[in-house]
């Protein structure tokens, strides 16, 4: 079981900058992929950006450039640094944790959300 935390939230300007943090526990957190999704009301949770256990990244496309991913395994946190942000960019981001064991079961847990509102 992991249990995972998002804080940095916020209402911010259009081209301002805002870092989310996600806290986890219950598990050895460097084992772990963990990505940010987000979702907008009445719209599917889509993806933003993911990084693998061993460092790997990847981003949607309407991020690149402007948002990045990183994990620090000493803290158990993964961070998504977002900057010159966009009205668009309004959505609950949500933190993921996922995994496939030796055996191929695969684990998969979620946050609570947090609330990004870029408006001016």
């Known amino acids: 079981q992991v249990q995972l935390v998002e804080s940095g939230g916020g209402l911010v300007q259009p081209g301002g900058s805002l870092r989310l943090s996600c806290a986890a526990s219950?598990?050895?957190?460097?084992?772990?992929?963990m990505g940010w999704y987000r979702q907008t009301p009445g719209l599917q949770r889509e993806l933003v950006a993911t990084?693998?256990?061993?460092?790997?990244?990847n981003y949607a496309d309407s991020v690149k450039g402007r948002f990045t991913i990183s994990r620090d395994n000493a803290k158990n946190t993964v961070y998504l640094q977002m900057n010159s942000l966009k009205p668009e960019d309004t959505a609950v981001y949500f933190c993921?944790?996922?995994?496939?064991?030796?055996?191929?079961?695969?684990?998969?847990?979620w946050g609570q959300g947090t609330q990004v509102v870029v408006s001016s």
């Open positions: 990084i693998t256990s061993g460092g790997s990244t």
């Open positions: 219950g598990s050895i957190f460097s084992i772990w992929n």
């Open positions: 993921n944790a996922e995994r496939t064991s030796r055996s191929a079961v695969k684990y998969n847990y």
